[in-house]
């Protein structure tokens, strides 16, 4: 049974931070890019950031929007990729998912096999 878990979304402050987790069973993480997916309301969900199967060399994608102000890493070990978020603005708002992606530099969900249930966050003064 696959499983993706967000966590640790909720409200921040414009220019706050917030790093959400997604914790991974039922497949091997190391074998399996990862992406960030998220979705406001009224708008199609987007890909932020995704990242390939390495743990001390993965490759990077990311959304031009958050360029410079997210990180995704993971820990295969402990079965985690996180998204570390700064200088948050308020179109940052949105559901974030996790999810399996086919490949990371195709950060879309067209490419996606299986989604985390969903975190909220929201920007907001």
């Known amino acids: 049974q696959v499983q993706l878990v967000e966590s640790g979304g909720g409200l921040v402050q414009p220019g706050g931070s917030l790093r959400l987790s997604c914790a991974t069973s039922g497949f091997t993480l190391g074998h399996y890019a990862i992406g960030w997916f998220r979705q406001a309301p009224g708008k199609e969900r987007e890909g932020v950031s995704c990242?390939?199967?390495?743990?001390?060399?993965?490759?990077?994608y990311y959304v031009d929007s958050v360029k410079g102000r997210f990180t995704i890493s993971r820990d295969n070990a402990k079965r985690t990729v996180s998204l570390q978020m700064n200088s948050l603005k308020p179109e940052d708002t949105g559901v974030y998912y996790c999810?399996?992606?086919?490949?990371?530099?195709?950060?879309?969900?067209?490419?996606?096999?299986?989604w985390g249930r969903g975190t909220q966050v929201t920007v907001s003064s």
């Open positions: 999810a399996t992606v086919r490949s990371y530099n195709y950060c879309s969900s067209s490419w996606v096999d299986y």
């Open positions: 990242i390939s199967s390495s743990s001390s060399d993965g490759s990077t």
